[in-house]
């Protein structure tokens, strides 16, 4: 079944300490997107990718890196620059023939949820 | 921002319909509206979008008003499994002219055995 998949699902930061976040769609989507979720609240916008090789910020991009070497793939880095990190991780694809955030709906994996150790 | 606003929680009882409401007077005549629910601990599923006509599919219904100022998502036999919170969201533009959906804060729907 085509799906995205994101692991792992539980992960602990430590003080100073980078951790990356997985994400893999095998939807083949074009556009695949990073969101954080803190109690009570929306889905925030990290950064996101409409093709290959090319990303941009989101809302909250401070703290966080990506990469986009292949389709099917879009890790998240939280660096150690990110101060408050405990979060609800979503990442999502959709098509994307006209970019990124065109109409078509985007699909999300079941997150992961990062504390602080 | 394009901004919707939508009541903080409803309820409803077990196989009765459910009208969901949401607001999105600044709404651009291209952007259309989806609405997208979220299970406890689970990412959001999409659940149905349109741009003018009411839309219909195998999860939900989607009826929008003639101004598209408004609109509702009808489920039309609550289940157990429908308690969500349910998310009205609409694109914007941000300086970069980079296109995005914005995210409020959703319906939270129980649903009474």
């Known amino acids: 079944d085509g799906g995205i998949t994101q692991s792992p699902k539980y992960l602990f930061r430590k003080e100073g300490q980078n951790v990356t976040l997985s994400c893999e769609q095998n939807?083949?989507?074009?556009?695949m997107y990073w969101y954080r979720q803190d109690p009570g609240q929306g889905l925030r916008l990290i950064y996101y990718s409409h093709i290959v090789n090319d990303f941009q910020k989101g809302d909250i991009a401070e703290g966080y890196s990506v990469s986009r070497e292949k389709k099917e793939s879009f890790p998240l880095t939280v660096t150690s620059a990110q101060k408050n990190p405990t979060a609800f991780y979503l990442c999502?694809?959709?098509?994307?023939?006209?970019?990124?955030?065109?109409?078509?709906?985007?699909?999300f994996g079941d997150g992961t949820r990062l504390s602080i150790l | 921002d394009a901004k919707t606003t939508q009541p903080n929680s409803m309820e409803s009882n077990e196989e009765e319909p459910v009208h969901l409401p949401c607001n999105h007077s600044t709404i651009s005549g291209t952007d259309y509206i989806h609405w997208y629910r979220q299970l406890p601990s689970q990412g959001p599923e999409y659940v149905i979008h349109?741009?003018?006509?009411?839309v219909n599919n195998r999860m939900a219904s989607l009826a929008i008003a003639e101004d598209r100022k408004s609109s509702t998502l009808i489920l039309h036999r609550a289940t157990l499994r429908d308690a969500a919170v349910y998310y009205c969201i609409l694109r914007d533009v941000d300086a970069g002219n980079n296109r995005k959906l914005i995210w409020g804060l959703g319906t939270s729907l129980a649903v009474n055995p």
């Open positions: 999502a694809s959709s098509f994307g023939s006209s970019g990124a955030f065109s109409n078509q709906p985007q699909h």
């Open positions: 349109g741009l003018t006509s009411n």
């Open positions: 939807l083949n989507h074009d556009a």
